[in-house]
């Protein structure tokens, strides 16, 4: 299996800025052979981002997209439009989509049918809030959301997401799941598909951790069994970092 390592640029670089540090990318980056690296910049960049990936190992995730295929949704994007701007990746129920977009387990749901129907990989979301990991209900939220969330997914599709584990507590705080709390939920979520849809696939699927990755603490992570990659936020938006992070090896 080729780990996943996804920069989430969020809302941050202008068209030219992003021009310009994926030029940098696509000169500078050394991509082992075992990884596979996306970059998501908003909206905006992802055309003229693409013309500057267009041959490169590099490729192109937006970071939402819209249930629908078409219509009067004002300020929506669909998963045709991404396609057609050179996207192959989607990232779908990012936690802060989740919190500050009202985004639902069943819009997410939805999400994740409009991406597959359209051949974009999506690259879906889930996380406890500290509060859920603090009463103990982490593994009952993640539940939930792996289950809302692919409940309407077909079997045939399911090998073409990526599972992101973020823990909303690590996102952009600097605080990092330990290695042994990433991998008891990845454990935990790889089970889970299994009963699902079995060991095969479930074996095949990858799941990635995001929450303050960074370049010092990339390597104990990745050492884990079931972590399969990292889903990179403020990192991802300094060439040495993300560099550092996608040439990791494994402790
Ligand atoms: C993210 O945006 O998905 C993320 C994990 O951000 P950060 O790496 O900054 O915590």
Known sequence: MQSLLAGNWKMFKTVREAELFARGLVAELDIPP?????VAPAFPALCTV???LRGSAIKLAAQNVHDQAQGAFTGEVSAGMLIDAGCEYVIVGHSERRALFGETDALISRKLSAALA?????????????AARERGATLTVITGQIKEGLKNIDLGDIGNIAIAYEPVWAIGTGKTATPEQAQEVHAFIRNALQDAYGKELAGELRILYGGSVNSGNIANLMSEKDINGALVGGASLDAGSFSEIVKYKEV
């Open 34 to 38: 075992d990884r596979e690296v996306v």
């Open 118 to 130: 359209r051949g974009l990989k999506p690259i879906f979301c889930v996380g406890e809030t500290l």
């Open 50 to 52: 693409a013309a500057v």
